[in-house]
């Protein structure tokens, strides 16, 4: 998928999920909050302009985001995204409880939605992680031009392929047709097994 279909999916498929923002005291603190809507500018939410998430939103201008969906632990899909936000206004609205129409059961009467404020995530970094699939799925992107944040472990020239890297992989995803080993990043747990197993100081973290 393109960052457009992670988006999207996550809007769909998930839509509620678990925000995280810094307070005064520089502590976390999250909230639930449902994604109603996404495009080409990134993802649309609704607060009101009462609440402590307003406050520490417009004071970051930035928020962090996680999802999951699944029946259980193995069953389950999450996306997490980081990125900057700004306070839109209420231009959207209409727009948005037209997509999301339980909105009008909270929020009844036009009057009672003057409080609402749209925010948009423009610019961030995600990662799509798959538990449902052996070995399992993750996945990086981007948008709003923000530059991806690369994460995980690397083989170098220093491998003497050994296979010591091999025996402690949990999901079997180091290739071992050549020397260096290569890993297969899109399957990886980033549990550093193989940092920590390397006689030869070979694996590098990113």
């Known amino acids: ?32 909050i449902d994604m109603m809507d996404c495009d080409e500018g990134g993802l649309y939410f609704l607060t009101a302009r009462g609440k402590g998430l307003y406050d520490r939103l417009t004071r970051q201008g930035f928020v962090a985001l996680t999802a999951l969906k699944g029946e259980d632990t193995m069953s389950s899909v999450s996306i997490s995204v980081r990125g900057r936000v700004r306070e839109l206004g209420s231009a959207r609205i209409p727009e948005l409880f037209e997509k999301n129409p339980y909105m009008y059961r ?36 981007t948008f709003g031009g923000a530059e991806e944040e690369r994460e995980g472990y690397l083989i170098t020239s220093a491998c003497i392929g050994c296979g010591s ?37 070979a694996v590098e973290r990113r």
């Open 165 to 201: 890297c091999v025996e402690v992989c949990p999901q079997d995803c180091i290739v071992t047709d050549s020397i260096p080993y290569v890993i297969q990043q899109g399957h990886c747990l980033h549990c550093g097994n193989c940092l920590a197993t390397c006689p030869a100081g």
């Open 106 to 141: 909270i929020y009844p009467a036009e009057e009672s939605r003057a409080a609402l404020t749209v925010f948009q995530v423009f610019e961030g970094t995600g990662e799509w992680f798959d538990l449902s699939k052996r070995p399992i799925e993750r996945a990086s992107f």
């Open 1 to 32: 998928m393109y960052s457009q279909g992670y988006l999207r999916y996550l809007v769909d498929e998930i839509h509620t999920v678990i925000v995280a923002t810094v307070d005064e005291d520089g502590l976390p603190v999250t909230a639930a």
